[in-house]
């Protein structure tokens, strides 16, 4: 595999000359100033693309090329929006860029509830809460029948916490979920006014979307966008759902191997890929991470190794890499065996060693991520040389 690291662009903490010192190979990025539907021009694209290999390394994989939420609910601009992806991917394409991660999560990316959360040895780790996300849900954004999507003794620990709750508390959440988590992917939501309104705003057009049409409007995305894809060799691979499991009463359809069948199988083409996230599926305790990661492995285009904790009632933690609920020796294994040169990132790291003083992006800082390569690229070094000595 490919050793690759996440870069928000040049207004990020972490540099190209930083990456290339602890032996990055490849940029996993985006063109971060454009908003979801804007074209990527050519010389856009190449811009960023020289700037990387000015610094001694190269572009493996934009991620992501944003979906447009219209293309996701099939809103009236929803062909225009994907012409202009079409357009996008062609841009790409002729300039030598073949690997192409997005998602199809209505509204929001991904869900923490903590983004420093304290651990045993002193480092910060994200973190989700199972009653503070309900809170947040029951309480805050105030979703109109939220709270039959939890069970008795979740809600009624939703009016416990509300009672004593302050708004500190209350901006806490907000600042989490919606302004940081989404806001250094996406770009804030922008202007005035409350962002929790701005939030319901965005799920408005959602309201009767059901999971099988949120399926079909996948699948008249695939058919539409792989051509282009065929042509320029370009791998399309989603992101599974993070969490795999529905949220906020939005569709979810990237949650566990049954999704995936669906989904490779929708359009099937090798063109039509997976991004196999190891954390975010591993977030799901219904998911047999490994059992997936061998059944997909012929149609993964990108790996991100990282692994959660799962914790009593609904709770889960990122864990350290050399941890948590997935044996990440044994993805290294069958994704090394694939006997292709796989991108894969070492995603989210825990905050150590003064990096919340930074101001990183959340799951995104220096020295963490930096361990948890050095970890990896050591499990890497283990498997080739099993590989080797088995071919002896």
């Known amino acids: ?46 811009a960023m693309k020289e700037r ?34 079409i357009r996008s991917l062609e841009n790409l394409g002729r ?56 069970p008795p003794e979740v809600v009624e620990k939703v009016e416990a916490l509300d ?21 250094f992917i996406n770009g804030p939501l922008g202007g005035d006014g409350s962002p929790v309104e701005k939030f319901r705003a965005l799920m408005a057009p959602y309201a009767g979307v059901s999971k099988a049409q949120l399926r079909e409007n996948l699948r008249y995305f695939l058919e539409a966008v792989l051509p ?17 499991m529905p949220v906020f009463g939005l569709p979810r359809i990237v949650c566990d191997a049954d999704d995936i069948r669906w989904l490779l199988s929708a359009v099937d083409d090798f063109h039509n890929g997976l991004t196999f996230c190891a954390g975010s599926l591993s977030a ?9 990661a061998r059944e997909f492995a012929p149609r993964t285009h990108f790996v991100h190794l990282r692994s959660c904790n799962l914790l009593p009632g609904g709770d889960f933690v990122e864990a350290p890499h050399t941890a948590g609920r997935v044996n990440l020796v044994e993805l290294v294994r069958i994704f090394e065996r694939e006997g292709r040169e796989l991108p894969m990132r070492v995603d ?4 150590i060693l003064g990096d919340e003083a930074v101001g990183y992006n959340p799951g995104y800082g220096f020295h ?3 361990l948890a390569l050095g970890q990896v690229e050591g499990m890497m070094a283990a498997v080739r040389d099993e590989i080797k000595r088995s071919k002896i």
């Open 284 to 292: 799901g305790a219904h998911n047999d991470v490994e059992a997936m």
């Open 348 to 351: 989210h790291g825990k905050t």
């Open 52 to 85: 990387i290999e000015a610094a001694g390394l190269r572009w493996s994989v934009v991620e992501s090329l944003p979906v447009s939420e219209e293309i996701k609910y099939a809103g009236p601009r929803r062909d225009a929006l994907i012409d202009t992806y």
């Open 163 to 183: 009672r004593v709750a302050t708004d500190a508390d209350r901006s806490q959440i907000v600042d989490t979920i919606i302004t940081k988590t989404q806001g």
């Open 368 to 370: 963490g991520r930096m």
């Open 228 to 244: 282009v894809c065929r042509e320029w060799d370009i791998r399309l691979c989603i992101h599974p759902d993070d969490p795999p």
């Open 95 to 150: 300039c030598g860029i073949h690997t192409v991660c997005y998602n199809f999560m209505p509204v929001i990316d991904w869900v923490r509830t903590d983004l420093e959360r304290p651990m045993p040895d002193g480092s910060l780790s994200l973190y989700f809460d199972y009653v503070r996300f309900a809170w947040f849900d029951i309480k805050i954004l105030g979703r109109e029948g939220a709270e039959r999507d939890f």
């Open 1 to 46: 595999m490919e050793k690759t690291w996440r870069w928000f662009g040049p207004s990020d903490k972490v540099t190209l000359e930083m990456m290339r010192q602890i032996g990055v190979e490849g940029v996993v990025t985006a063109l971060h100033r454009l908003s979801p539907g804007e074209l990527w021009t050519e010389a856009a694209i190449r």
